[in-house]
């Protein structure tokens, strides 16, 4: 088994035996069958993202913190490179229906957007929630405040929407990337 997944469903146990619950009881406060639960923490093989994010505000924890094991600051931003983080692990192999969830709060459904060369950049927005972008394919450049940061194939950004962002393409060829808002 990768270690890196494994890492994850321990530390999703982690967070279950903090708050207090037993394997059925966590299952049943999100919803999801005791016996797929309990596969979950034992391989971490087949968890969606949407189900790690859905633990991650139940139990008012950083996303990024139970995929990484290290605490994002939403203040600002989290970059993750192409192979030096756990971000990329959990995305590959997932469709991306499987990104989108409902429960109390709001995912949208990802979406992949291209940008050409040409086209203008957009003006800065800001939502509230919290904002997921991994670069499909090319260079984009995302915009959070007054940072740029480069996003090459592979890498990610975690970050706080309520901050002015934007997104172009960063080179001569057009980039696609994915985007997944969670709506607070």
């Given amino acids: 088994m990768d270690d890196e997944i494994k890492e994850i469903a321990l ?3 982690g967070l279950r035996d903090a708050c207090g619950y037993t394997q059925e009881e966590f ?10 639960y309990a596969s979950y923490e034992a391989s971490g093989q087949d968890i969606p993202i949407s189900v790690i994010y859905q633990i991650s505000k139940f ?3 950083d996303f990024a913190e139970i995929l990484t094991g ?5 203040t600002t ?3 993750v490179r192409k192979g030096q983080g756990k971000v990329i692990d959990r995305i590959k192999g997932y469709y991306f229906k499987d990104l989108a969830y409902r429960f109390t709060k709001k995912i949208m459904q990802p979406l992949l957007v291209t940008i050409d060369p040409s086209d203008k950049p957009v003006a800065l927005v800001t939502h509230k929630g919290e904002e997921f972008n991994l670069c499909m394919s090319g260079k984009v450049i995302v915009v959070i405040g007054d940072k740029e940061i480069e996003l090459d194939e592979g890498d990610s950004v975690y ?5 002015p962002h934007g997104q172009r393409c960063g080179s001569d060829v057009p980039a696609t990337f994915l985007t997944m808002i969670a709506e607070i």
């Fill in 70 to 74: 290290e605490a994002a600051n939403l």
């Fill in 159 to 163: 970050f706080d929407p309520n901050i």
């Fill in 77 to 79: 931003y989290h970059v």
């Fill in 27 to 36: 299952a049943k406060e999100l919803g999801i069958d005791s016996e797929l």
């Fill in 59 to 61: 139990c008012n924890v």
């Fill in 11 to 13: 530390r999703i146990a």
